[in-house]
């Protein structure tokens, strides 16, 4: 196991701040690659910040970490949504980060690359960050779940699906340790690509406009549900025109299809990207259920796996 002192010493920590609208985070910052990404390409320039604290043009995929006054000893690594061309920090990551800290748990950021931005990975570069980024916790937490919002969902749900796909070549010691995580939460997700579900960006994005049946399979989260993925907690609002709310029903029978344990929150209205939720509304009630939830999942473990290529 590699020392956790020296793990983040290699990989250059720093810190800095972030102000964005009522939102002042002081956190550390941690590169996911020791040098060029796999692949190489990519943008140049600086970060693109809009109005609303969404990141383009990632030129350094990596993860913040947010700490809480009282630590539990249980990490969450959060991704943010943007159909893949865009990651919504500022509604999404940020807030739901500075809440769990209110739970104890130590969370994690993660920027990851966007396909469109000339990676030469191309739609493997934001798993690939996933699959670094779980692993770069895991290096420095007991136990780690992940929370991803609509295309972050895909991501994080693609990345539990498949810990034993090498989707690149080990570039350091911190690739030996195996990307598996302890619980899974999909929050207005994108699980499917498969028509007549294939519409969405992160379709678009991924498998491309001309995809075929197979490549919009190999990029859909149920086909890779296992006996072995880890418990999953899904929320999705009845109205979502973005990500239609059969994605959650999807991914609810294919867990209990293998009898992996999830947990559905149907939610009546809220549309597509309402992140915590706005008080009052029918949308808020799903981060309490989900820090219920998580709070019964502390107890248990899940298993180490490998995949087989």
């Known amino acids: 196991m590699i020392s956790r002192r020296r793990f983040l010493l290699g990989a250059g920590a720093s810190l800095f701040s972030i102000k964005t609208g009522n939102l002042f985070a002081r956190q550390n910052v941690i590169p996911l690659w020791p040098e060029t990404p796999p692949g190489g390409g990519g943008p140049s320039g600086a970060l693109h910040i809009n109005k609303s604290g969404s990141w383009s043009n990632i030129v350094c995929p990596s993860i913040q970490r947010f700490q809480p006054e009282k ?4 990490a969450v690594l959060i991704a943010a949504g943007g159909g893949y061309c865009w990651i919504g920090m500022g509604r999404e990551a940020w807030p739901v980060a500075r809440w769990l800290n209110g739970f104890g748990y130590t969370t994690y950021v993660l920027s990851y690359r966007l396909p469109g931005e000339k990676w030469h990975a191309g739609p493997l570069a934001a798993l690939q960050d996933a699959q670094r980024a779980i692993r770069m916790v895991r290096a420095m937490e007991d136990r780690v779940h992940v929370l991803g919002f609509s295309a972050g969902a895909h991501l994080l ?30 929050i207005y997700p994108v699980i499917t690509l498969q028509a007549p579900y294939n519409h969405t960006v992160t379709h678009r994005m991924l498998a491309g406009r001309q995809a075929t049946p197979q490549q919009e399979a190999a990029w859909s989260i149920e086909n890779y549900v296992t006996p072995a993925y880890p418990p999953t907690f899904l ?8 990500s239609p709310p059969q994605n959650t029903l999807i991914m609810r029978e294919a867990c209990r299809r293998k009898g992996v344990p999830v947990e559905l929150v149907q939610i009546s209205r809220g549309g597509h990207g309402f992140g915590l939720g706005q008080a009052g509304t029918p949308a808020a009630i799903w981060d309490q259920a989900y820090a219920l939830w998580l709070q019964s999942r502390r107890r248990r473990r899940v298993p180490m796996r490998t995949e087989a290529i």
């Open 71 to 74: 630590p539990n000893g249980e």
């Open 157 to 186: 749900g693609m990345a539990a699906a498949r810990p034993g796909y090498a989707s690149y070549a080990p570039q350091d010691e911190l690739d030996a340790v195996a990307p598996s995580v302890d619980s899974v939460g999909l």
């Open 235 to 242: 929320a999705q609002a009845e109205d979502d025109r973005i």
